[in-house]
């Protein structure tokens, strides 16, 4: 069965520019996560999809990042426009069941550099 | 959300039984403990989780005191292989997970 992935692996913008990271989770889970972790900081919750609709964006850090999931199956991140700060790695992550410490299955990250 | 602490790092050799002990001690009734392994460039992965007293599978052992203030994550015989980050998390009433700053794990030949 094949895990989560993420696409791209890598991407190096310029401040100001867009970016959009997709990530497709195992299938038949309903639950996905993002997280991200910044430069020197700890892995940060951004938000949780249940099937297409968001349950919980709290961890958004501003108006600039729009995440969506359109159809339930995979999702993208966007960032517009990206900002020095913005520079990271975007962990995706995906779990069948929707109970509170649920095994959550990551991908293996984007990492976004931002110039 | 309870907060976890655990050493930033820690060193073995192979072979070794190695420990990692996490504190938290604003635990609530309804919170799991949970451990995640990451490898450089890998997302974290599951190894172990559980409520009170021991658990144990293919990959750890996970002991609870009674009191659940703190938890310790224990890997037999450690290999190469076993370098990695390791966190330990708590919680129990959201999906979210919470991750510290986690215990970077070496081990040498």
């Known amino acids: ?115 | 959300l309870a907060k976890t602490t655990q050493p930033i790092s820690m060193d073995s050799y192979e072979g070794q039984e190695v420990n990692i002990t996490c504190s938290h001690n604003n635990i609530a009734t309804n919170d799991y403990i949970t451990w995640y392994q990451q490898f450089p460039s890998q997302g974290p992965r599951f190894i172990i989780q559980g409520y009170k007293t021991k658990v144990t599978n293919e990959v750890a052992s996970l002991f609870i005191p009674a009191d659940r203030k703190s938890s310790t994550l224990s890997l037999p015989r450690v290999s190469l292989s076993d370098t990695a980050v390791y966190y330990c998390l708590v919680g129990g009433d959201t999906d979210k997970l919470i991750f510290g700053t986690g215990t970077r794990l070496q081990v040498f030949p």
């Not at chain 1, 696409?7 to 195992?26: A, M, N, W, Y």
């Open chain 1, 1 to 115: 069965e094949a895990g989560v992935t993420q696409f791209p692996s890598h991407s190096v913008i310029e401040k100001g520019q867009t970016v959009t990271l997709r990530c497709d989770p195992i299938s038949g889970h309903d639950n996905l996560y993002w997280y991200r972790r910044v430069m020197g900081k700890e892995i940060k919750f951004l938000l949780h999809f249940v099937k297409e609709s968001k349950q919980d964006e709290s961890g958004m850090p501003n108006n600039r990042f729009l995440a969506e999931r359109t159809g339930g199956t995979y999702s993208t991140l966007k960032v517009q426009p990206a900002e020095l700060e913005d520079s990271g790695v975007y962990f995706c992550a995906s779990s069948q069941e929707r109970l509170a410490g649920d095994e959550q299955f990551f991908g293996p990250g984007t990492r976004l550099t931002v110039l």
